[in-house]
């Protein structure tokens, strides 16, 4: 029996870093009431596990992908056909950022982003990968065009 080919590319997590921390606060939280309230325990770290367990990625199983949303380690996504693929695609992107002091000064933090998408011959993009560092999208990136067998194409310059 031959095995199927199939990629999984996890995008990254769905709640931002302050979620993640409150997040393993339920968890330790709810370890700690465990002795004293058996219901309150568990709803928190319930609340915990579903924070910290939140991903995002991409799978790609013979002529079908998906773009998932995981809560719980169970995926969930509809499965698409993949059509013909034109190229995967680098964009470098600005990325700006207001920040209000207390005296209602404000500044922003200016950064650049790399995002990778995949093009399709209809004219529809999708998003692959996004990272500050370049050499990281590049290296997810790599992996998907073998898979593809596809091009790849750098706007960052």
């Known amino acids: 029996m031959s095995e199927q080919p199939y990629l999984n590319i996890k995008n990254g997590l769905l709640f931002p870093f302050l979620f993640q921390v409150l997040g393993y606060v339920f968890l330790f939280s709810g370890i700690f009431l465990l002795g004293l309230n ?3 325990s568990i709803i928190f770290i319930l609340l ?3 924070i910290v367990s939140a991903y995002s990625g991409i799978e790609f199983k013979n ?3 998906r773009d998932y949303n995981a809560f719980f380690f169970i995926k969930n996504g509809k499965w698409e056909p993949l059509k ?3 190229k995967i695609f680098i964009k470098r992107i600005k990325v700006s950022q207001k920040l209000y002091g207390r005296a209602n000064q404000s500044s922003i933090i200016r950064s650049h982003m790399y995002k990778a998408f995949l093009k399709f011959d209809n004219g529809e993009s999708l998003l692959l990968y996004e990272h500050k ?3 990281k999208v590049e290296n997810k990136v790599n992996k998907i065009s073998q898979f593809l067998n596809t091009k790849i194409v750098d706007y960052a310059n």
């Open 84 to 86: 013909n693929v034109e």
């Open 48 to 50: 915990g596990v579903l």
């Open 133 to 135: 560092n370049k050499e």
């Open 38 to 40: 058996i219901w309150v």
């Open 63 to 65: 002529d079908q992908f």
